[in-house]
């Protein structure tokens, strides 16, 4: 069993700043990518940014400049510094992650995901 915990979601201005938190706990045995999707009222589930190991980490264009995904491998966490956030980045925000883990003797590769973080940007 594999758990993700979001945190750091929020209300915050047109201009301001949050720093979402996503911590992965359970029978992990490596963690290969993780990352943060968001998902507003009547639209589709879309990609933020993710990070894998040993690789750049790749944003959605509408981020780029303003958004800093990071990772702390040690913690199994993963973070989501959003600097001049917009209005229409209003979303729940839901972290990812592809996780290998252990399993009856063996080992299992499986997509999880976390419960979503409410964010909030007032204009």
């Known amino acids: 069993q594999v758990n993700l915990v979001e945190s750091g979601g929020g209300l915050v201005q047109a201009g301001g700043s949050l720093r979402l938190s996503c911590a992965a706990s359970?029978?992990?045995?490596?963690?290969?990518?993780m990352g943060w999707y968001r998902q507003a009222p009547g639209n589709q589930r879309e990609l933020v940014a993710n990070?894998?190991?040993?690789?750049?980490?790749g944003y959605a264009d509408s981020v780029k400049g303003r958004f800093t995904i990071s990772r702390d491998n040690a913690k199994n966490t993963v973070f989501l510094q959003m600097n001049s956030m917009k209005p229409e980045e209003t979303a729940v925000y839901y972290c990812?992650?592809?996780?290998?883990?252990?399993?009856?003797?063996?080992?299992?590769?499986?997509?999880?995901w976390g419960q979503g973080t409410q964010v909030t940007v007032s204009s």
């Open positions: 990812n992650a592809d996780i290998v883990i252990r399993y009856i003797g063996s080992y299992r590769r499986s997509d999880y």
């Open positions: 359970g029978s992990i045995f490596s963690i290969n990518s």
């Open positions: 990070i894998t190991r040993g690789v750049r980490p």
